[in-house]
């Protein structure tokens, strides 16, 4: 029986190789019976675009006072710089904003989610007001969970107060 199944794998081998020499091409012979034969050749032009992945790039902060979600003096002066690399980008390609309201750990988390979004639909407003089309920007809060400094210090906590702008170009 042993014998007889390896008979077999030999035969099927043997078969296989058979059927796959048959199906082999000969492109060289082809072609030629091609050209005799006075058929036209048609080349077919394909424009091959490649998608280039995403960039994205983070634009200055704007901090904020605590408890606060007005815009000072300075952080106007952010965005109006973020602005103008906006409005390069946006000039060679096509891109969106993302503006994310962050707050320092003090403050219950529901408290620190909503002054978060105040802070990042504050800045969204203001690229609104310079220019920017509000299609282009969304907002989110991450309240106290993205924290730049985790130390419990004023100046700690000041730099977690803040929005950051996120641009990605296609």
């Known amino acids: 029986e042993k014998e007889m199944k390896n008979l077999l794998r030999v035969v099927?081998?043997?078969a296989?190789?058979?059927g796959l020499t048959a199906c082999k091409k000969n492109v060289k012979d082809d072609a030629n019976a091609d050209m005799t034969a006075?058929?036209?050749m048609v080349l077919e032009e394909t424009t091959v675009t490649e998608e280039v992945p995403a960039?994205?790039?983070s634009l200055g902060a704007v901090h904020f006072a605590l408890d606060k979600y007005t815009l000072s003096a300075d952080a106007r002066k952010i965005v109006e710089a973020n602005v103008q690399a906006i409005k390069s980008a946006?000039?060679?390609a096509s891109?969106?904003?993302t503006v994310e309201g962050n707050c320092d750990d003090r403050g219950t988390i529901a408290y620190n989610i909503a002054l978060g979004q105040k802070r990042a639909d504050?800045?969204?407003a203001y690229y609104v007001r310079l220019?920017?089309?509000a299609a282009n920007i969304t907002t989110v809060s991450y309240g106290e969970e993205k924290p730049v400094c985790y130390e419990a210090t004023q100046s700690c906590w000041a730099k977690n107060r803040r929005a950051d702008t996120l641009l990605k170009v296609n």
Do not use: D, M, R, S
């Open 131 to 133: 220019g920017i089309p």
């Open 38 to 40: 006075g058929t036209e």
């Open 90 to 92: 946006g000039a060679v």
């Open 55 to 57: 960039q994205e790039v």
């Open 122 to 124: 504050e800045v969204k």
């Open 16 to 18: 296989l190789a058979a």
């Open 12 to 14: 099927l081998v043997l």
């Open 95 to 97: 891109y969106k904003i």
